[in-house]
């Protein structure tokens, strides 16, 4: 008999063990000690303490910084149009030519801006940082209120191992730690690049190299610049020829002058430019 109650406590502790493990893991996400994140404000946990909410940090570390070597990409036959030592970005090929020659370019594979953020345009390189801070703009912040208001460089950081800034623009080509988004379109304007290939890329580049983002690259033929709209100067009215003086009609009236007042004024001169 004893032996018999021994052995159904011990299935009734097995079964509290295995319907522990299957519970789901909302429901253990209660326990917010353990798991998932803290619960909303107002909900009590199972800890009988009054919940805490997280505000976004001022700061934030980014971690380690160690040192990333070059790795050079593949060399391309590219027909292009553009100066040696260009940047060609194909938004819808996702991929940046940097050009070595008017028939071949370095090709780099890159994550570029998500529907509603991707851009074109020409710009310049302004200045390039290793493991830059990131200082998410205060528009990504409200859609993600937990990101910090500043994250030091380093593993951490989504901007990875170096940056090329574009211009007195926001956007910027740079690194990544997170090399499974290399290929999509999943930033908010940037144009993400493996760590190696945009240390590899930082090499080639100064503040004098142009940068061309542009919609998609032709399916053939030579890759041409965008053709930049010039607004010309407006040429200088023709003057009106002068009108000839009728000669009056011997038999009709003279027409009587009109009143000072009611002259209309003169033409204003060209004020030029």
Same mark, same amino acid.
């Given at each position: 008999m004893m032996f018999g109650l021994r052995v159904s406590a011990l299935a009734m502790g097995v079964a509290f063990v295995v319907a522990g493990a299957v519970t789901p893991a909302s429901a253990q996400?209660?326990?917010?000690?353990?798991?998932?994140?803290? $619960?909303?404000?107002?909900?009590?946990?199972?800890?009988?303490?009054?919940?805490?909410?997280?505000k976004p940090t001022e700061l934030s570390q980014g971690g380690g910084r160690p040192s990333i070597s070059p790795k050079t990409p593949q060399t391309t036959s590219f027909q292009n149009g553009f100066a040696p030592g260009s940047i060609v970005i194909d938004t819808a090929g996702r991929k940046l030519y940097y050009t070595l020659s008017k028939s071949s370019a370095y090709v780099y594979p890159i994550a570029v801006g998500k529907?509603?953020?991707?851009?074109?345009?020409?710009?310049?390189?302004?200045?390039?940082?290793?493991? $830059?801070?990131?200082?998410?703009?205060?528009?990504?912040?409200?859609?993600?209120?937990?990101?910090?208001?500043?994250?030091?460089?380093?593993?951490?950081?989504?901007?990875g191992a170096k940056a090329i800034y574009l211009g007195n623009t926001l956007y910027r080509i740079h690194g990544t730690n997170d090399s499974k988004s290399i290929g999509s379109a999943s930033s908010s304007g940037c144009f993400r690049m493996h760590n190696?290939?945009?240390?590899?890329?930082?090499?080639? &580049?100064?503040?004098?190299?142009?940068?061309?983002?542009?919609?998609?690259?032709?399916?053939?033929?030579? &890759?041409?610049?965008?053709?930049?709209?010039?607004?010309?100067? $407006?040429? $200088?009215?023709?003057?009106?020829?002068?009108?000839?003086?009728?000669?009056?009609?011997?038999q009709a009236p003279a027409p009587e002058a009109t009143p000072p007042s009611e002259a209309a004024p003169a033409a204003p001169k060209d004020q030029g430019i």
């Open positions: 996400s209660l326990q917010w000690g353990l798991w998932g994140e803290p $619960p909303e404000r107002g909900v009590r946990s199972n800890l009988g303490a009054s919940p805490t909410i997280i529907q509603g953020f991707a851009w074109t345009g020409v710009e310049r390189v302004s200045r390039i940082e290793d493991w $830059p801070d990131w200082i998410p703009p205060a528009e990504m912040r409200q859609r993600k209120p937990g990101l910090p208001v500043r994250m030091t460089g380093g593993v951490r950081n989504p901007l190696e290939h945009v240390v590899h890329l930082a090499e080639h &580049v100064n503040a004098s190299t142009t940068v061309y983002v542009m919609k998609r690259l032709p399916a053939s033929g030579v &890759v041409m610049p965008p053709v930049v709209a010039v607004k010309k100067a $407006p040429e $200088p009215a023709a003057e009106a020829p002068q009108a000839q003086p009728a000669q009056p009609d011997a």
